[in-house]
């Protein structure tokens, strides 16, 4: 299963909301659906599993959603710390991850 | 907590074979709600998961069509931790690698990641 995120990159300002994207080349479990944030210099770290489920320890601005081929990561306000790349990836018997959503300051 | 300390060289030479351990602290190798993957990322190929290795009654270990055949998964109950083991390294194997925890399909945990140059 191919992941293709979008927009490869969002410029936007602090305060503002961010929607990123990700679609998958086949209808996909929501169950096998997650999303990661990587800074620079360290490992993704987990956000979202099960396209819904916040991880732990992960704050409510970070929502996800979607179904069937679409998914959606929300951040209803940006922070500081949220300017990062996202991935999302998918979990069955050979995962794959999206190629990443760059979100940097406007 | 659970953490997954990772440890091995960063340079190894064409032809040779790539060898990293995964310590784990606060989980089983054993466990059978969790696997243990090693997941590699660079610029060219952004992460790619190489394989993973997973108790259900018996040891298992599944790796990805890219390396299968180079590459080996193996877990070691008596130090608590698990390797990875790739075979005939080339250039294109140069990345930083992770090991990562899997728990309800998701990668959870993530080592620090150990930066892997290919290079005589």
């Known amino acids: 299963i191919v992941l293709t995120q979008s927009p490869g990159i969002l410029s936007l300002s602090p305060g503002e909301r961010a929607t990123l994207s990700c679609r998958a080349s086949?209808?996909?479990?929501?169950?096998?659906l997650a999303w990661s944030q990587q800074k620079p210099g360290q490992a993704p770290r987990l956000l979202i599993y099960?396209?819904?489920n916040r991880a732990t320890g992960i704050p409510d601005r970070f929502s996800g959603s979607g179904s069937g081929t679409d998914f959606t990561l929300t951040i209803s306000r940006l922070e500081l710390e949220d300017f990062a790349v996202y991935y999302c990836h998918h979990y069955d018997n050979s995962p794959t991850f999206g190629q990443g959503t760059r979100v940097e300051i406007k | 907590q659970v953490q997954v300390q990772q440890s091995g060289p960063g340079l190894v030479k064409p032809s040779q074979t790539l060898s990293l351990t995964c310590a784990i602290v606060g989980d089983s190798v054993s466990s059978r709600s969790v696997a243990w993957n090693w997941i590699r990322q660079s610029p060219s190929r952004g992460l790619e998961w190489l394989g993973k290795?997973?108790?259900?009654?018996?040891?298992?270990?599944d790796y990805a069509v890219s390396v299968r055949g180079r590459i080996s998964i193996d877990p070691d109950t008596s130090k608590n931790q698990f390797s990875l083991q790739l075979n005939s390294v080339t250039p294109e194997d140069t990345a930083v690698y992770y090991c990562v925890r899997d728990h309800l399909w998701a990668f959870d945990i993530w080592g620090q990641g150990t930066a892997v140059t290919v290079s005589s």
């Open positions: 290795t997973y108790y259900r009654s018996k040891w298992h270990s």
């Open positions: 086949q209808s996909v479990s929501t169950t096998y």
């Open positions: 099960g396209a819904s």
